[in-house]
Each structure stands twice: as C-alpha cells, then as structure tokens.
C-alpha cells in the first residue's frame, strides 16, 4: 500500500504488483512535488572585453569566503515570476560585438596601449610564475582588438614583414617585454599561436588573425630557430590538411617568418615547401616564397651548407624536366632561381665538393634525356671536372655502368678541347686511356652493348689524338728550319773551307741577293762602327755633365721617392689587407647579384665564337690544306717524280727570283706614286 507522498512496493514470490488508477495519480503527484526545481539566475553583466570577464571570476574565486550566503527571502524575491519558466533575451542583447576596423592600419593606430599593458600587468598578478598564460593572454587580445579584414593566408601583396612592421615602437617593447619574460615557453607559445590560427579558419565566421600573426613574427624575428626545431611535426600537420589549402598556406607562411635568417629559411623552404611543390594550390606560394627569401639575402653564404645533394637534384628537376607537375610559368621561376639554389649548394669550397655531385648528374645524362637538361648536366660535368679534380676518379669507377652518358661527355669535350685548360687536358690523358683498357676488356668479352662501347672507343680515340698532337706548331717548326739553314750554311762553309767558296754564296750571287747582302752588311758595319765610335768619344763627357748637373736632383727625388713609398705603405697597408680580405667576397656577391643576361650574353657570344670557328674557320683551314697538297703535287710532278737536292735549288732559285722581282715592281710602284703626289702640292 502506498501512502501519500512515499512510495512502498509489496513483492511477493512471482507476483508482480498493481496500481489502481487513483494510486497511479497520487505517485506522479507526489513525485512531481518532491523533485528538485532549477531556478533561473540572473544573466551575467556583459563585459568589456573577454578577458575582464576572466579577470572578475577568478577575482571572485579568490574572495568567496568573505560574500555571505544568501537568505530563502532574498532567493525567493530573485525568483521570476513566470512560473519556473526562463525567459531567452535575443541575440542582440548578448553583449557588445567585436569591432572591425576598415584595414588594419586603423586598427593599430586605435590600439590602446595603456590598456594593454594593464592587462598584461593584471595577468601577470593573477597568474604569477606562469609565463605561458601572459602570452597566451598578450596573443588573444591583441586578436581581439585588431580585427580587420584579411585579404589572403600568405599577405603576398603586402612586405615580408607585415603585419609586425605596421606596430608602433611602444607596441614592438610591450611584445618584446613580454616574449622575453616568457623565453623558455616561446616554442609552445609559437605552437599555440599557429593552432589558434587553424581553429579560427574552422568556423565560418571566424575572427581575422592579425594579433596572432604578429606574435609569429615577433617570435621568429629574435628567435628564428624555433620554427625548425621540430619541422617533421609540421610537415605531417600539412598533409594531413591537404584538401584545405587554406589552412596549408596559413602554415607555411607561420614558418616561412623564419626567413628573417637565411639557413632557417632554406630549412623551412627544403623541409616544408619543397615536399608540397607539386601541389598546385601550394607550388606558387612556395616559388614565390624562394624569390623573396633569395632577394632579402644578397650574401649568400650566410646559407651554405643548407642543402646538400639530395635537396639538389629534387630541385634540378623541377627546373628542367618537362611535363612535371609545375606549371611552365612556375618552373621559368625556379629555373631562373636555379643559379643562386646551385651557387648555395656547392658552398664555400667547391673543389672539394664537387665530385660528391658528378655521380647524380653522370647518371641523369641520358640519351632520352631533354635538351635544356642535357645542356646543364654536361655543363655541371665539366664544371666538376675542371674544379675537383677527384670528380676523375669517381668517373673512373662509375664507368662501365654509364657508358652512353659517358660517350655524350667524351663528345662533349672533344667540341670544347680548346676552352678546356691545360691542367685537365693532362688529367684526363690518363682517364682516357683507363677507359681504352676498359673498352678492350669489354669487347673482349663480348658485351651486349657493343654500339655503346665503340662509340666510346671512338671518343677516347679522337681525345688521344688530339692530346698527341695538339695545335699546330708554328715556333718550333720555325725554329727547327732557322736551325737548319745556320747549320746548313756552316757546313757548307766547312766542307768548301770559306764562305766566298761556298754552295750559299753561288746561290745568293746567282739570286742577285749576294750583292744586296753585302751593300746591306757593309752600311750596317759601316754604321756600327761609327756609333760606336761616337759613344766611346761622347760617353764620359755627357755623362760627367749630366752627374754635375741632374746629380743632386735625382738623390733629393730619390730620396722623396723612398719617402713616399714607405708613407704610402704604412697607410695602405690596412686598406690593401681589408681588400685581400673582401675580394673574394666580393666577387661571390657580384656572381650571386649579377644579372643572368650578362650570362646569356656570354653564352650568346661563345656561340658566335662557335660559328665562326666552324662555318669560317675551319672551312679556311681547309682550303689551305689542299692548296698545299695541290701545290706539293706540282712540285713532285716538276721533279719528275723523285725529289732531289738539284730540283729543290731550281725551285728555290726561280721562287727567289719571282720575289725579288716583285718587290722591286711594288717598291717602284709606290715610289711613283709618291712622287706624283708631292709633285701635285
């Protein structure tokens, strides 16, 4: 049975127990009357900012031991009327909104900065020893107050450094003020801002992120370190946001801040950006980040030793392969960027670099590789051999597994043998002939690639030869035949005991040249002996007057000469050495700065050499050759075949008479002339 207000339930064994319709009402009745009820409160004063609200809880936390409770009478006077029921204000009474501003230029000039440090002070009292809360709480209202609209995720139409650069220099203290009591917390301070920065761009209206993008930068802009402390975190948190480029942007431009340093920035760019290049929503941001990162930094060696090998050749194909997942415009970019990215590569130290490179562009020289690449492969190639000699032996051992790529090399060089200094000429002699013993050993066995091994025979064969024979030498075939005619004549003078008896004097008589000889080596004994005479004569007393006259002149210029170099190399010293210091520096920063059409004007210019060489030169050469055979083929035929002592004298006689002859002919000739003209005037 059950009494009123209370519930009693009789079981016995398998019954069940039963209500009547009076007792079933007297239960709800008495169960509605003893539940809890939930009284309404009174809506919460609105506040001026979010964090005011904050501030006022935990001040009230703090001191609700000294409020006294409140009396039923009073909770009975707070209670609406309406029956338990609670009202819903509207949405326009919920407190005041955000304001925007037009741009955020306004937005900062009306940031009140005395406010905002009367917040950072009330944070720093309420949270003391909790560096991480007061920028967390910096970051938040510094969002809060500088809403304006945003125009995209990356700020490309705007400075690197923007926003940060539009804060007023008391604004730049209180942030530095802050980051600096909170150093050891700036890593989870930097992460805080960037997934702030993501929730934001979740909702659909969600707040702009300027004050956080701020704090991003004032972070990276004293620390920039802190954005590559742990970029596998961030690489993963990008392609996990792949089909929201949004969000990706927003990332890579958070640590692309790092940028204010050069290493960091090319960490970020290799380690964030380059992974995503083939993206297409991303590829342009990351190519345009690069250009600007490699303009701020004209000194680029601030970055060597950033990358290395396996960050180098993602980046030639990119550059030069076609069909990739760039777009043409994009990969004119980066192919423009190229230079610098390989300049950055080789580092400080080339010649000891190098040969670590030859093997990854010895293998990419395909026969089916593009042209434009084919080009920059041979070129970096030949670079490695000219520059690191151990670049030689690497080719040595990669050989026989590379032969088409190393027949396009052979080729290569034996079109450009003359550009080629002569330092690796001889150390190439001897990779030649390695090679000409591996082609041997390998036809020997008769290896499938046997159009390979001959077209590399043909190669080293044709570099041999030109390693034989070299350019044509004129000095010493000059110097041989000089050396034969003077032994030639002393012989001759020898064997017929003077000279007037001799085979050359009865070849210079019947010439007419003996005669002319000796006029000419009469005046010139003639003349001789009369300077000599002059100045045996003449010497002691020109020279005794010019030491009495010119004598104290030349001690005293002397004597300031050695004045003036000693004053001139104390005071130059410094300055020479500063130069010896800076040049090399210099010349890097003038090859880095240099605009590419003085290469391509180079270039433009070897290739004109190039023609010329080939379509002129080469043809002229030629030509004189079989003039030469030609002429050779006449003068065996006058010799009726057999070359003799008696038909090279006719020869040389009828030669030396056509000469002269023609000598005397021209030397009248203008002889006339000349006296034509003087007698005109």
Known sequence: MATPGKWELVNKRNKKATFTKNEKKLARKALSENMPRIDPVAPLKPSETLFELGFERMGKKQNKEQVPPISSSEQLLQKPPTGGK????????????????????????????????EQMDKSQDL??????????????????????????????????????????KDLKNIIKSMLGKASDSLEHFFDHCIYTMLREQDKTAGESLHGYRICVQAILAEKPQIATMNLGKYLEMLRSQYNKPIKCLSIMWALGQAGTDLAEGLKVWLNIMLPVLGIKTLSAFAISYLDRLLMMHSNLSKGFGTIGPKDFFPL???????????????????????????????????????????PSFLSRATPNCPPDMKKELVRCMVECLTTDSNSFSVWRQLYTKHLSQSSLLLNHLLETWDNIPVKVQKSLQETVRSFKVTNEELSVKGALNSQEI??????????????????FPWFRLLLVLMTFAAGFVLYDIRVHGSFNASSSAHILQ????????????????????????????????????????LGPSLELGWRKLSESAVYIKD?????????????????????????????HVVEYIKELLLFVHQNYILPIVEYLKIVIIHWWRQFVNSCEGEINWDCMKKH????????????????????????SVIASY
């Not at 030069?320 to 423009?336: A, C, F, G, I, K």
């Open 86 to 117: 609670v009202i819903k204000k509207s949405c326009g009474d919920s407190g005041p909104k955000h304001r925007t501003f037009p741009s955020l230029e306004a937005a900062i000039k009306a940031l009140n900065l005395k406010e905002l440090q």
């Open 127 to 168: 949270f003391p020893g909790n560096p991480s809360v007061w920028v967390k709480d910096l970051a938040g209202y510094l969002n809060y107050k500088l809403q304006a609209p945003e125009s995209d995720p990356t700020l490309s139409q705007f400075s690197y450094d923007y926003p940060y650069s539009l804060a007023s």
């Open 316 to 358: 030639l194909d990119f550059a030069y392969m076609p069909n990739n997942s760039l777009s043409s415009n994009l990969q004119d970019q980066l192919r423009q960027l190229y230079p610098k990215l390989k300049l950055l590569a080789l580092g400080a130290k080339p010649e000891s670099a190098l040969h670590t490179y030859f």
């Open 454 to 471: 001959s077209a590399c025979n043909s190669a080293c064969s044709n570099i041999l030869q030109k390693l034989r024979g070299g350019g």
């Open 510 to 549: 019947q010439s007419g040249l003996m005669s002319i000889t000796e006029q000419a080596w009469n005046k010139v004994s003639y003349y001789s002996r009369q300077g000599y005479s002059w100045v045996e004569t003449n010497t002691p007393q020109y020279y005794s007057e010019a030491v009495t006259m």
């Open 571 to 599: 005071n130059l010293s410094y300055h020479v050495s500063w130069i010896i210091e800076n040049l090399p520096k210099f010349a890097q920063w003038l090859h880095s700065n240099l605009p590419d059409t003085v290469f």
């Open 652 to 675: 040389f006689v009828n030669t030396t008479h056509v000469t002269w002859g023609y000598l005397q002919n021209t030397t009248t000739s203008i002889k006339n002339w000349a006296a």
